[in-house]
């Protein structure tokens, strides 16, 4: 006969009544995807901790300023087509201008030069100490069996 023991559980006779662990918390489960973050891909890690961060900061620069003195204006400032001393209140337009000219860049070329570089990762066949060795073979004069 069931018995009911709580927690939305019954027990049937001979079974021991003991209940699942909880499930994790979400200090828990961020701890856990924190320590994941090694079974990435180069490429993927480069984009979780050091892009998304980046590109966070630049939308909220790029936000402030588009309603502080407008978004035509903050994107001329951004892409160098006006002058940060142009626009009112510079205190903003000249973060924004430095990240346009120099963080957007840097991001995109980051991404670019991790991507080139899995790629030629997965194409390369030999190892680069094998290579090596075979120029080093190929650099050597052959020996004669005369001993000159």
């Excluded at 961020?30 to 901790?49: C, K, M, N, Q, Y």
């Excluded at 939308?59 to 400032?77: C, E, P, Q, R, S």
Aim: hydrophobic share 40%; no cysteine.
């Amino acid at each position: 006969m069931p018995k009911d023991i709580g927690y939305r559980r019954t027990v049937t006779s001979g079974t021991s009544g003991i209940h699942p662990p909880p499930p994790p918390g979400l200090r828990r489960r961020v701890s856990r995807w924190w320590r994941s973050r090694d079974a990435l891909s180069r490429l993927h890690r480069w984009l979780l901790l050091r892009a998304v961060p980046l590109l966070a900061a630049f939308l909220v620069l790029y936000a402030v300023n588009g309603v502080l003195f407008g978004w035509t204006d903050a994107y001329n400032v951004l892409i160098g087509i006006d002058s940060p001393g142009d626009v009112s209140p510079q205190w903003s337009a000249w973060p924004l201008s430095i990240a346009g000219w120099a963080a957007v860049p840097a991001l995109v070329g980051g991404a670019v030069g991790y991507a080139v570089s899995h790629q030629i990762q997965a194409h390369r066949t030999r190892e680069l100490a094998e290579i090596l060795d075979e120029l080093r073979r190929h650099s050597t004069p052959p020996t004669n069996s005369d001993g000159e």
